[in-house]
């Protein structure tokens, strides 16, 4: 009787071709430290637009707040009671006094409030990181487009007018994000 035959097995005393050359391991090395470093560009391009565009949002939000509280505040003023290079100062209908303060060391615009013969005064922060702060009084609304022939100063208890403008700024990731610049003309209704 004959066995029937299986498949045959050899042992070779030959070279193994399981492992990898120095050459293969070294051109795989390089072409993932390739992807690696593609994937992680991008990874930190993304994240520092992310940063910088939540940060624009958030000065945007402050400016836009700002300028809504400073608008609503002179149009129901009074009378403008003076201005300085860094303050403007109101006085309301209920003879009460609001003023809105840029301090250039610290970069900070603040609404001060108060009511005349009392003691002490309110302090609200409105903007931080305002490098630039300006305004200008005059003593009629715009004409001829945006000419103002008439400025204020000298006379500032006829100020009907006022334009202010600035500008905030704030680091992210080791660079300055930007908002542009804000400005408004607001009118008095007194």
């Known amino acids: 009787m004959k066995l029937p035959q299986g498949p045959t097995f ?35 391009f993304t994240a520092r637009g992310f940063a910088a565009l939540g940060n624009y949002a958030d000065l945007d939000r402050a400016s836009r707040n700002t300028l809504d509280q400073m608008s609503r505040d002179i149009r129901q003023a009074k009378v403008f009671g003076y201005g300085t290079a860094n303050r403007l100062y109101f006085t309301n209908m209920d003879n009460s006094w609001f003023s809105y303060h840029w301090d250039p060391n610290t970069k900070v615009v603040s609404r001060l409030s108060g009511v005349f013969k009392v003691s002490g005064s309110r302090s609200n922060l409105m903007l931080s990181g305002c ?43 080791n660079l300055f994000n930007t908002e542009s610049v804000q400005t408004a003309k607001i009118v008095l209704r007194n």
């Open 10 to 44: 050899s042992i070779c005393a030959g070279k193994s071709q399981t492992g990898w050359t120095l050459l293969e391991m070294m051109i795989t090395m390089a072409i993932s430290s390739l992807v690696l470093l593609a994937v992680m560009q991008t990874t930190i």
């Open 131 to 173: 490098d630039f702060f300006s305004f200008n009084i005059f003593l009629r609304n715009p004409t001829n487009g945006f000419w103002f022939p008439y400025s204020a100063l000298g006379q500032e208890e006829n100020t009907k007018l006022v334009d202010v403008s600035w500008r905030c700024k704030r680091r992210v990731i």
